[in-house]
């Protein structure tokens, strides 16, 4: 720490329970009264260094009066800095210190102590410190924090746009190119000041964020006016919001902390000092530093913007501030964590999590994303291709995820529910079986819907964008409706269909480009094996025989469908047998052609049949 030592005396006052004595022999002719404390005094040092005593004492000690008395209860810095005033002016040795200097110089201003009542009084020595002690980031950030207990002497003084100035030229400034003095704790420069001697130490290399931790020390009003100094100084706005989020931190203990009611586990940062603050001045400081946050997309992490909400509304912030955070998470909603945006419910509705909040953000991302997205389609641009599409993607799996989360609550309506899944639109999800899933959950804790509702709530998923696995699953789910398990099986057939003629058309063109006159057939392992041709057209008999049979079977599987009674066993018996062939028929439409050449060339008779079923093998 910065030093500087003024007079040359010895000790010359003791103190006695509140009062000071002189310890010079001479009898005290003045009495100066600050708070508390007495200080038993002699007129002569006192009016040759400072104005405002000289008037005092010749307003109100005249007279015969022995002793007078006078008041100070307004000096800065109180007691602490008119002992070292009275100290200086008996000439008695004194140690300038950045944690001393800016109250002994608000002091000094305040009683008049300048070089007209002797050179190089008070205020001359302690402005020459201060330069100095603004030069060295450790002991800047010390004199600062001191100026919030004379704040407004300070401020007229300019000491607190001075040093605020310094610090943040330091802040913006390369710490490795021009060796400013980083963080104490990061082995910085020290300056030590003895008598106008200096001495200096170079820093080690730090980064960005060096200046994080000790700028949250300050307090919050001297800490906005450093924040106003960096964006005069063009800081990055990352830097800035990084710097806000370090000092939120510090002070509201709900952002090092967060919930979850499926894992039933609260986080804490260990690092994380304990904050003294109220609620209610927690709730102030959260929205001081939400309005301080650059309003610049991605400048501030969308997991911290939500940190900052659910603190928000523990802490019953004003509307204006959740909004706000609501429109920034929406703006960036596509970099959010299915964890984060889990967040409990605050308010009187009996669902688990805030289902509101979350629908607020999802229509300010749709309010931005929507048009761009529209746009793009117009254009006859590939959706899978489409740069800007991507974000919409991302947030259509978001919130199939978080539809799945919070379906089990039973408290959630059915309308909430689907107001919520039909915001994405269709073109967004690259396939249907998040929302299959959210829809199944929801369906699973809620048994007691009618018909008619699990219908409606089904019309958010489109069965022709289910995988086959997902298929599947609906296919047996007993808990769908029965129009929606027959429009899944006759989706599957379509499929079934669609690829066993593509795979009969490109097997055609590949014929037709084969000079040699023999036709592939494919092996296991994925090769093709040379065919002769006259078995080959056998097989293409086969093939048209079998498609004929598939479609006979689509329509005797829809009059089935029309005469089933409508019982849990005899519907779960019929759908497991038909998906069962369904399974069989999807496996491998190439295996399924192989083996109806095979069967041919053992149907018949003689060697030509015999070798025709080795080559198929």
């Known amino acids: 720490m910065a030093l500087m030592q003024l007079g040359t005396k010895s000790e010359a006052f003791h103190r006695e329970g509140h009062s000071w004595l002189c310890t010079s022999g001479l009898p005290s002719d003045v009495t100066i009264e600050v708070g508390e404390m007495s200080f038993h005094l002699h007129k002569f040092p006192l009016l040759s260094k400072s104005g405002l005593l000289e008037k005092l004492i010749e307003e109100f000690c005249s007279g015969d009066r022995s002793v007078c008395v006078l008041k100070l209860d307004g000096i800065p810095g109180g007691a602490k800095s008119f002992e070292l005033v009275i100290k200086f002016c008996y000439g008695v040795k004194i140690e300038l210190t950045a944690l001393n200097a800016v109250g002994l110089r608000c002091a000094a201003e305040y009683l ?70 980083a963080s104490e704790c990061n082995n910085t420069q020290k300056i030590s000041i003895w008598n106008g001697i200096s001495t200096a130490t170079k820093p080690k290399s730090t980064g960005d964020d060096w200046w994080f931790g000790d700028v949250s020390s300050l307090s919050f009003p001297l800490y906005k006016l450093f924040i106003f100094a960096l964006e005069s100084r063009s800081m990055k706005p990352e830097k800035i919001a990084a710097s806000l989020m370090c000092y939120a931190n510090r002070y509201i203990p709900l952002m090092n902390r967060q919930s979850s009611f499926s894992s039933g586990t609260n986080y804490a940062n260990p690092g994380a000092s304990i904050s003294s603050l109220s609620e209610a001045e927690q709730r102030a400081l959260l929205e001081e530093i939400v309005d301080l946050l650059p309003n610049k997309r991605e400048v501030t992490s969308t997991h911290l913007l939500l940190k900052l909400l659910r603190a928000a509304m523990v802490l019953h912030a004003s509307p204006s501030c959740k909004e706000n955070l609501e429109k920034r998470v929406g703006a960036q909603l596509d970099q959010a964590s299915l964890v984060d945006l889990l967040i409990p419910n605050m308010g009187y509705i009996d669902t688990l999590y805030d289902i509101d909040c979350v629908q607020r953000i999802l229509d300010h991302f749709m309010s931005i994303n929507l048009h761009s997205s529209h746009c793009i389609i117009e254009e006859g641009q590939p959706l899978s291709g489409s740069g800007s599409l991507t974000p919409m993607t991302m947030v259509a799996t978001l919130m199939d995820g978080y539809l799945a989360e919070v379906a089990p609550d039973v408290n959630l309506k059915p309308l909430k529910f689907e107001t919520l899944a039909s915001v994405i639109p269709d073109y967004a999800r690259p396939n249907d079986d998040g929302i299959y899933h959210a829809i199944d959950i929801y369906l ?108 006979k079977e689509y329509f005797s599987m829809k009059e089935a469908l029309q005469k089933i009674v409508m019982t849990k066993k005899s519907w779960k018996t019929f759908a497991k047998r038909l998906v069962s062939k369904q399974k069989s028929q999807l496996c491998n439409p190439k295996e399924s052609k192989r083996c109806s050449l095979k069967e041919q060339a053992f149907s018949g008779n003689g060697k030509q049949n015999h070798n025709n079923a080795e080559v198929v093998h």
């Open 112 to 181: 008049h102590m300048t070089d007209d009542y002797g050179e190089g009084n008070l205020i001359t020595q302690t402005e020459a410190f201060l330069n100095d002690v603004f030069s060295d980031w450790a002991d800047a950030i010390k004199a600062l924090e001191t100026c919030q207990q004379v704040l407004p002497y300070a401020q007229d003084l300019h000491v607190v746009s001075r040093c605020i100035d310094s610090l943040a030229m330091k802040a913006c400034a390369d710490p490795n190119l021009f060796n400013w003095p």
């Open 444 to 551: 699973k804790a809620h048994p007691w819907m009618t018909d008619c509702e699990k219908e409606q709530l089904c019309r958010l998923m489109d069965c022709q964008k289910l995988s086959l696995d997902a298929s599947s699953h609906a296919a047996q789910n007993e808990r769908l409706p029965l129009r929606v398990i027959v429009q899944v099986l006759f989706f599957e057939q379509l499929r079934l269909r669609t690829s066993i003629s593509s795979w009969f058309f490109v097997d055609n063109v590949e014929s037709s480009r084969n000079p040699s006159g023999n036709l592939g057939l494919p092996k296991i392992d994925g090769s093709r094996q040379m065919v002769p041709v006259q078995d080959r057209v056998k097989g293409d008999g086969g093939m048209k025989e079998r498609v004929s049979e598939l479609e």
